[in-house]
């Protein structure tokens, strides 16, 4: 089966500018996360959307992060204004939800100057 | 509230020795708990999990992991360590019985397998 898709790769912003991560998740996966990882932690939940409401954004920094998941498929989450802590690398994440683990995308490596 | 804890930052050992890398967690009720391993630029890849059943789980790679709930732990296992297996592990928890909750990660530990 194809995995979960993120795109960019990599991005290099300055502060106060606006960026957006895309992810195309595994097919039939209901459950949606987006995760923050900072250099040298764990994952850091951010969102989870359960097809397309949003089950859990209690870490989600509000004034600056949003996410979206229309249709229930594919899903965005923009930053903006970027600040240089948000310099992280953002993995999106899929699973069948229940006891299935999450399956993630390779990430988008976010840096601001 | 739940959480994740690798007392490890980095293990180290000779290849083809047994290795353990170490989880605690605390969560409400029965959890469910996995096992994650990250190469470089690279997103998390699954290993085992432990939802019910026989306390030792056996996973991809020749990984296993036990499971103990009288001191909540769930320790990662390998008999016989490869160069390859050198890289990140994180271990994860949720309450049992709700899709709906939250996946916590430990902070994760470097394993490096010398030659």
Redesign the interface.
């Given at each position: 089966e194809a995995g979960?898709a993120q795109s960019p790769r990599y991005k290099i912003i300055e502060k106060r500018q606006s960026v957006a991560f895309w992810c195309n998740p595994i097919s039939g996966h209901a459950?949606l996360?987006w995760?923050q990882q900072i250099l040298?932690?764990?994952?850091?939940?951010l969102i989870?959307f359960?097809n397309n409401g949003v089950?859990?954004d209690s870490q989600l920094p509000k004034d600056r992060f949003s996410a979206e998941r229309l249709k229930g498929v594919d899903s965005t989450l923009k930053i903006q204004p970027a600040k240089l802590e948000d310099s992280a690398v953002y993995?999106c994440?899929s699973s069948e939800?229940?006891?299935s683990?999450?399956?993630?995308?390779?990430?988008t490596?976010l840096t601001v100057t | 509230a739940q959480s994740v804890a690798q007392p490890e930052d980095q293990v180290n050992v000779a290849e083809g020795n047994p290795l353990t890398v170490k989880c605690t967690y605390s969560v409400s009720g029965n959890p469910y708990l996995f096992w994650y391993v990250q190469y470089p630029n690279r997103g998390l890849q699954f290993l085992l999990k432990y939802i019910t059943g026989d306390n030792l789980v056996k996973g991809s790679y020749g990984f296993e992991a036990e499971f103990n709930k009288s001191q909540t732990s769930f320790h990662l296992k390998k008999p016989s360590a490869l160069v390859s297996d050198s890289a990140l592990y994180f271990c994860a928890v949720r309450p049992l019985g709700s899709s709906a909750s939250k996946i916590i990660f430990g902070s994760g530990t470097r394993l490096s397998i010398r030659p």
């Open positions: 979960v459950t996360y995760y040298g932690q764990g994952p850091k939940l989870q359960q089950v859990d993995l994440a939800g229940g006891g683990p999450l399956h993630f995308g390779n990430g490596r | -």
